[in-house]
């Protein structure tokens, strides 16, 4: 398998649903802007989005991925499959008690959550029904979080990758056609959340079915519990919901806070985080989702070296291409913002207030990415306590630089601490490698960091000094120009980057890997 053009097919796919993604804010925030129902509609979300990290794709796929490679590789298909059976009925029969529990006591979780939409008492009514609607989403996700861990360890990559653009669908198609008809609009999107989860769901079906690994569900909620495959399982994915999850347990601390903060809040640091989002999951997740079946057979196999060479290629590739994606949030901010959300009900004020949590979460943005590249080595070795530890560290310091960046720059202080904590984790999972022997960096990383600098630099200064020749605000009246503007100071920064990247001897066969 060409790890490189695996990861181009990944992240191809990833861009397909981050630009669905984009699309679907953009409509959002013309449609609905930024205000104390939108503020209601993303602390609904959040609620199941975090459950969904902690259920699926984030500790679950991390204790799953690892353990079903191994059945894979040592006991053959059939044991895989009733593995995947066993695990499958436990994770969906607990999620849907979840979501029953969760939709009784949804009063209870806002007010925890976001407590100061209190204030408005229409908004926090909205945020009750909304969280009771999604919160089956969870239950649909675990399904998928698991059928993508079944399907990326059979080395079938493009669906799972695919999967997040129909939601994005059913939310356009939500706001587009349903909106309009509603007493309150702002509910078609919680709709759009319900039935995107289903669409989900049923994109899996048939790659899973093509595979023979469609997983075999019991009306017992209690079968497969006794397989020791599923105690392995649940016995990692324990601690691991701290691993992989801090950072979306600071992101609920974080949607607290703001809701006690200056009305919009909440939606403008939901609208920088989604622009934070595109690159974290083109090369974070993609990245991630590739190294991990292979680091797992690695590890299986027994082969330190490729162990080894596998992450080296994996952090030059990240640091490739996160660092000029930090310098590009930074600069191209507010250009972003605008050209994205300003539209409608979209205020001049509610972009340069999203634009402040955009920059401070740029600050930490290679620390995001590379969480996402050096947490699988440990994931991979089954190694849990190692990321838990560090974890639970950083969810402390994060609230601690909370404390000190909230009172100065409000609501930008909360991106600032998540993305410095993020570089704090990176940091300790990175010397956790090197201590363990579990990574020796490959000859040549001083040359290769000294050539990054010299075409990032020359990137940012391209892109700031660019970027000031247009009143992005301004252009709110002809749109198509500032698009255009926009994609012509990237496609000038790109250029540049890669251009001078050319003239120091990268060249993409460097960076081209085999995988098992």
């Not at 059979?154 to 129909?166: E, G, M």
């Not at 622009?275 to 299986?300: C, D, Q, R, Y």
């Not at 901010?333 to 340069?352: K, Q, S």
């Not at 892109?463 to 120009?481: H, I, K, S, V």
Request: aromatic share 10%.
């Amino acid at each position: 398998m060409n790890l490189l053009r695996t990861l181009a097919a990944v992240s191809s796919m990833t861009m397909l649903s981050r630009v669905t993604g984009l699309l679907r804010e953009t409509l959002f925030a013309r449609a609905f802007g930024a205000g104390a129902y939108t503020d209601a509609f993303n602390v609904a979300f959040r609620i199941p989005n975090l459950l969904r990290r902690l259920f699926a794709e984030g500790a679950f796929s991390q204790a799953f991925v690892p353990i079903l490679a191994e059945y894979k590789i040592q006991h053959g298909q059939e044991a895989s499959r009733t593995l995947s059976d066993h695990v499958a009925n436990c994770l969906v029969w607990a999620t849907l008690i979840v979501s029953a529990i969760g939709i009784v006591g949804a009063p209870l979780f806002v007010l925890l959550i976001a407590g100061g939409l209190k204030q408005d008492a229409g908004a926090f009514d909205a945020a009750v029904w909304m969280t009771r609607l999604m919160f089956p989403y969870i239950a649909c996700m675990s399904f998928v979080a698991m059928a993508g861990g079944i399907l990326n360890t059979w080395h079938q990559f493009k669906i799972p990758a695919f999967t997040p653009v129909l939601l994005n669908l059913s939310l356009i198609a939500g706001s587009l056609f349903l909106a309009p008809y509603l007493e309150q609009p702002v509910y078609a999107q919680a709709i759009a959340v319900f039935v995107g989860g289903l669409l989900q769901v049923a994109i899996q079906i048939p790659a899973l079915i093509k595979i023979g690994m469609l997983p075999r569900l019991s009306i017992n909620p209690a079968a497969g519990l006794s397989d020791p495959g599923v105690r392995r399982v649940l016995k990692k994915m324990g601690p691991a919901v701290f691993a992989v999850s801090a950072s979306q347990i600071s992101l609920m601390i974080n949607t607290s806070i703001a809701s006690r903060l200056e009305q919009g809040s909440i939606s403008w640091l939901t609208y920088a985080d989604r622009l934070m989002e595109f690159p974290t999951a083109l090369l974070g997740v993609a990245l991630g989702t590739i190294l991990l079946p292979s680091l797992s057979k690695a590890n299986v196999d027994g082969d330190r070296e490729e162990y080894s060479a596998l992450l080296d290629w994996g952090l030059r590739l990240t640091l490739l291409l996160a660092i000029p994606a930090a310098i590009g949030l930074c600069v191209l901010a507010l250009p972003l913002i605008a050209t994205l959300f300003h539209y409608g009900a979209f205020t001049d004020r509610a972009a340069e207030m999203s634009a402040r949590p955009l920059i401070a979460y740029a600050a930490g943005l290679v620390g995001i990415i590379l969480v996402k590249t050096l947490a699988p080595a440990f994931y991979a070795r089954q190694d849990i306590r190692t990321p838990v530890r560090i974890a639970m560290g950083v969810l402390l310091a994060t609230q601690l630089m909370n404390l000190i960046f909230v009172p100065l720059i409000e609501v930008a202080g909360l991106a600032l601490s998540i993305g410095l904590a993020a570089c704090l984790n990176a940091l300790f999972l990175f010397i956790g490698l090197r201590k363990r022997g579990i990574y020796v960096p490959s000859p040549g990383w001083g040359k290769f960091f000294v050539k990054l600098v010299v075409a990032v630099a020359a990137m940012g200064v391209t892109g700031w000094f660019a970027a000031q020749q247009f009143d992005w605000l301004a252009l709110r009246a002809t749109p198509l120009l500032r698009a255009g503007a926009l994609a012509g100071v990237i496609a000038v920064c790109g250029l540049v980057y890669f251009g001078l990247l050319v003239l120091l001897g990268f060249r993409v066969r460097d960076f081209r890997r085999t995988g098992k």
